[in-house]
C-alpha cells in the first residue's frame, strides 16, 4: 500500500489554477512538493512542517503557489495560482524524517515519494 497518494493534477491554461492533494498513511514531521519536467531535474518547490504549518518556497512559485495542511497533519495540499508553461511538470509528494527547513528543498532527505500527478498548462 502507498505510503503517499496524490491526486488533483490535470489540464490547464496560462494564468489558471490548480490544487494537488497528498495523502500519507502516516504522520511525518515534514513533507513537500517536487517536480520533475522532462529532461529536468526534480526540484523541491514548497516544503511544510506538518505540526507547526512553517512553510517554504522556491523563488521560481513563491507568491503564486501555496502549501498546507489538515489538522489531523497527515494530508497538504498545494494551491497553484497563476500558472505558467513552464509549470509543466510531474508533481510528487514527499515525506521525509531527515527533511526540514534547511534541507527541504533536496530529493536525498525524503523517505517516501507519491505515484506523481501530471499538471500541465498550455499557453
Known amino acids: 500500500q502507498a505510503q503517499l497518494v496524490e491526486s488533483g493534477g490535470g489540464s490547464v491554461q496560462a494564468g489558471g489554477s490548480l490544487t494537488l492533494s497528498c495523502v500519507a498513511r502516516k504522520y511525518t514531521h515534514f513533507m513537500a512538493w517536487f517536480r520533475q519536467a522532462p529532461g529536468k531535474e526534480r526540484e523541491g518547490i514548497a516544503g511544510?512542517?506538518?505540526?507547526?504549518?512553517?512553510?517554504y518556497y522556491a523563488e521560481t512559485v513563491k507568491g503564486r503557489f501555496t502549501v498546507s495542511r489538515d489538522n489531523d497533519k497527515t494530508t497538504v495540499y498545494l494551491q497553484m495560482g497563476s500558472l505558467k508553461p513552464e509549470d509543466t511538470a510531474m508533481y510528487y509528494c514527499?515525506?521525509?524524517?531527515?527533511?526540514?527547513?534547511?534541507?527541504?528543498?533536496?530529493?536525498?532527505?525524503?523517505?517516501?515519494w507519491g505515484q506523481g500527478t501530471q499538471v500541465t498548462v498550455s499557453s
Open positions: 514527499a515525506a521525509g524524517y531527515n527533511a526540514s527547513g534547511d534541507n527541504w528543498y533536496s530529493r536525498h532527505n525524503y523517505n517516501y
Open positions: 511544510i512542517y506538518t505540526t507547526s504549518g512553517r512553510t
